[in-house]
């Protein structure tokens, strides 16, 4: 009887544990399966990934053999699903399979972030900031050459003003030495009587391009104030001009009004020597000859206003100022 006990005690709780484990192990052995059916899924899927990446990796020179973040992620406790052993069946035995690492996409890029939009515009923002800057130093620039250009230019007016007057007061100086030139030569040259100096010109010259001329020796067409000088004026030109007989301009003239006779000066005539035709000897047969120029001066009228001195007798006649002769001017002694 003890004997009997004692082994139904022993086999009794193994049958009841066989069937109770008969059950539970069946489905712990079934969730095992469907888990590694799910897995064998999902690594047949990184494989063809891995066939895909893996010669894009090599053809850009990037390095092969880290593992997928995304797989340790999966994985809570840090280990890999392909390196993880797992028994399927007596049939199998222990045989295990290490699934190759996958590499992260090159060419995908996370989709940006509030923050790194910000951070964009306000890098955009500092460079537009430091372009303005820099224009900013340039136009300070530009300004300060134009600053230094005009004063350049201000102080080269200066300079041709002063060159101008500088060139004003050369000529001045130039016409001044002319006409003291003009002058020492006429009363060098010329005839010297009281304090005028008459000197003779060969030149062919109207009127006012002979009173020009004279003038800018220094001295005016020839004024002589009373008899003796115009005398004497007579005198040098008979003796310049012998034995010809040349009309020479003097600096008288009635061009403001017909018969009021002015020097150049302005001043009005006092005396006058015009030309009379020589009257007959008594007994002598009057001539009809009369001189070759004309009978009695002035008449000419309106257009005979400027007076000339005849060389030989040295008396006055009235010509068309245009017309071109010889002339004298007359110099301050």
């Given at each position: 009887m003890k004997a009997a006990w004692l082994l139904g005690a022993l086999v009794v709780p193994q049958l009841l544990g066989f069937g109770h484990g008969a059950r539970g192990p069946g489905r712990e052995w079934e969730g095992g399966w469907g888990g590694a059916l799910e897995?064998?899924?999902?690594?047949?899927?990184?494989?063809?990934?891995?066939?895909?990446?893996?010669?894009?990796?090599?053809?850009?020179?990037?390095?092969?053999?880290?593992?997928?973040?995304?797989?340790?992620?999966?994985?809570?406790?840090g280990k890999s699903v392909w390196g993880t052993k797992e028994p399927l069946g007596e049939e199998e035995g222990e045989d295990t399979t290490t699934a190759p690492t996958s590499r992260p996409n090159p060419f995908s890029s996370p989709s940006p972030t509030s923050e790194d939009t910000i951070t964009y515009i306000l890098g955009r923002l500092a460079g537009l900031d430091a372009g303005l800057h820099q224009l900013h130093i340039r136009l300070h620039s530009l300004d300060t050459r134009v600053v230094q250009l005009t004063q350049g230019l201000r102080q080269l007016r200066d300079a041709t003003r002063d060159t101008g007057d500088s060139v004003q007061a050369l000529q001045e100086a130039q016409v001044r030495a002319e006409q003291e030139h003009g002058r020492l030569e006429g009363c060098l040259k010329g005839l010297r009587l009281g304090h005028k100096c008459f000197l003779l010109s060969r030149d062919f010259e109207t009127q006012a391009a002979a009173q020009a001329r004279c003038k800018a020796r220094g001295g005016s067409l020839a004024q002589p104030a009373d008899r003796q000088q115009m005398d004497a004026l007579g005198r040098y030109l008979r003796a310049a001009l012998a034995p010809y007989n040349w009309p020479v301009w003097l600096g008288v003239s009635d061009r403001r009004s017909e018969g009021l006779y002015l020097f150049e000066n302005g001043q009005r005539v006092s005396f006058f020597a015009w030309h009379r035709a020589p009257s007959p000897e008594p007994g002598a047969h009057p001539s009809a000859a009369s001189h070759p120029l004309s009978p009695d001066q002035p008449n000419g009228g309106a257009l005979e206003n400027c007076v000339a001195q005849a060389s030989d007798d040295g008396s006055w006649w009235d010509h068309d100022c245009e017309r071109r002769l010889y002339f004298v001017c007359e110099f301050p002694f």
């Amino acid at each position: 009887m003890k004997a009997a006990w004692l082994l139904g005690a022993l086999v009794v709780p193994q049958l009841l544990g066989f069937g109770h484990g008969a059950r539970g192990p069946g489905r712990e052995w079934e969730g095992g399966w469907g888990g590694a059916l799910e897995e064998e899924r999902k690594r047949e899927s990184l494989m063809l990934k891995e066939t895909d990446i893996c010669p894009l990796q090599e053809a850009l020179g990037l390095p092969t053999g880290v593992r997928n973040r995304d797989s340790l992620a999966g994985d809570p406790e840090g280990k890999s699903v392909w390196g993880t052993k797992e028994p399927l069946g007596e049939e199998e035995g222990e045989d295990t399979t290490t699934a190759p690492t996958s590499r992260p996409n090159p060419f995908s890029s996370p989709s940006p972030t509030s923050e790194d939009t910000i951070t964009y515009i306000l890098g955009r923002l500092a460079g537009l900031d430091a372009g303005l800057h820099q224009l900013h130093i340039r136009l300070h620039s530009l300004d300060t050459r134009v600053v230094q250009l005009t004063q350049g230019l201000r102080q080269l007016r200066d300079a041709t003003r002063d060159t101008g007057d500088s060139v004003q007061a050369l000529q001045e100086a130039q016409v001044r030495a002319e006409q003291e030139h003009g002058r020492l030569e006429g009363c060098l040259k010329g005839l010297r009587l009281g304090h005028k100096c008459f000197l003779l010109s060969r030149d062919f010259e109207t009127q006012a391009a002979a009173q020009a001329r004279c003038k800018a020796r220094g001295g005016s067409l020839a004024q002589p104030a009373d008899r003796q000088q115009m005398d004497a004026l007579g005198r040098y030109l008979r003796a310049a001009l012998a034995p010809y007989n040349w009309p020479v301009w003097l600096g008288v003239s009635d061009r403001r009004s017909e018969g009021l006779y002015l020097f150049e000066n302005g001043q009005r005539v006092s005396f006058f020597a015009w030309h009379r035709a020589p009257s007959p000897e008594p007994g002598a047969h009057p001539s009809a000859a009369s001189h070759p120029l004309s009978p009695d001066q002035p008449n000419g009228g309106a257009l005979e206003n400027c007076v000339a001195q005849a060389s030989d007798d040295g008396s006055w006649w009235d010509h068309d100022c245009e017309r071109r002769l010889y002339f004298v001017c007359e110099f301050p002694f």
